[in-house]
């Protein structure tokens, strides 16, 4: 089949389509700078406000130890058939050694130290397989968990609060927070609730608080705000639902389309 060549009609398309990315650039970019950003990345929560940067640790040293008790069994699952098992059975030694020093309630280190000995025996090759050390090391390693989240949900909470108090009215009612994390975290990611009770929103409603999918750094995070903000200008304008461009711009009418269409069943 011969191609349409391109026509002056085509080429004046292709203008306003180019006019249309480069003007949608400018503004997202002036949308970013409206009102207050916080990005949570993995152990730092960074606060934009105009010109201002703040950053703050989310993540203590006790928070960090817990991280790698938790890792280790999954690390000894993954590293099974390597030799590098034996350099991990001579870390078990070393954080065993060092889990004196670190801040924790006793029972937290006695579960700590159930999931480091267990591994170790593992990675010496004890004989064991996979399914047993995860049953031994199942309830202590929620425990584990557990404590981690308490330690995390504590500094966030008490670092918002800090934040909040220098903040005037205005900011406090008009600041985005973007969440960034990976696919997994999406599902009950803690800084998610965390800040969702915070608004009072409800998850998935992306209003003031929205997950950063594969998000590497503020600077994305600011500009997926600067473009939820120019999104819902442009919706509430032309479509009367600042909420409209929040999903596929064609989803409304592919939903009825479909329905009208015998799609073939697998």
């Known amino acids: 089949m011969s191609q349409k060549r391109p026509t002056a009609g085509d080429a004046a398309a292709d203008d ?8 949608y650039d400018d503004a997202r970019r002036d949308a970013d700078r409206q009102a207050p950003v916080w990005v949570v990345l993995p152990d730092t929560l960074v606060v934009l406000r105009g010109d201002q940067r703040r950053a703050y640790a989310l993540s203590p040293p006790a928070f960090h130890f817990l991280k790698s008790v938790c890792h280790a069994p999954v690390a000894a699952f993954l590293l099974l058939r390597s030799p590098k098992i034996r350099t991990l059975a001579k870390r078990m030694s070393d954080c065993l050694a060092g889990l004196d020093t670190i801040d924790l309630p006793m029972s937290v280190k006695d579960q700590a130290r159930q999931v480091l000995t267990a591994t170790k ?3 010496d090759g004890d ?3 996979l399914e047993s050390l995860g049953t031994e090391v ?9 404590a981690a989240t308490v330690i995390q949900v504590r500094v966030l909470d008490e670092t918002t609060r800090q934040i909040l108090a220098d903040m005037t009215e205005e900011e406090r009612h008009t600041f985005m927070v973007v969440v960034t994390g990976d696919h997994q975290a999406r599902q009950r990611s803690l800084p998610m609730q965390y800040f969702q009770r915070l608004f009072g929103e409800k998850p998935g409603a992306d209003d003031r608080v929205l ?7 503020e600077k994305e995070a600011v500009a997926l705000i600067g473009s939820l903000r120019l999104n819902r200008a442009i919706a509430a304008t032309f479509f009367g639902d600042e909420t409209r461009l929040q999903r596929d711009i064609l989803g409304d009418a592919a939903h009825q389309r ?5 799609v073939p069943r697998l």
């Open 138 to 146: 199942r309830a202590a390693l929620l425990q584990c968990i557990d």
């Open 121 to 123: 025996r593992f990675a």
């Open 258 to 262: 479909l329905r009208e269409l015998e």
């Open 127 to 129: 004989g064991r397989d």
């Open 16 to 23: 306003v389509n180019d006019r249309f990315h480069d003007a």
């Open 211 to 217: 997950f950063g999918e594969s998000v590497g750094d």
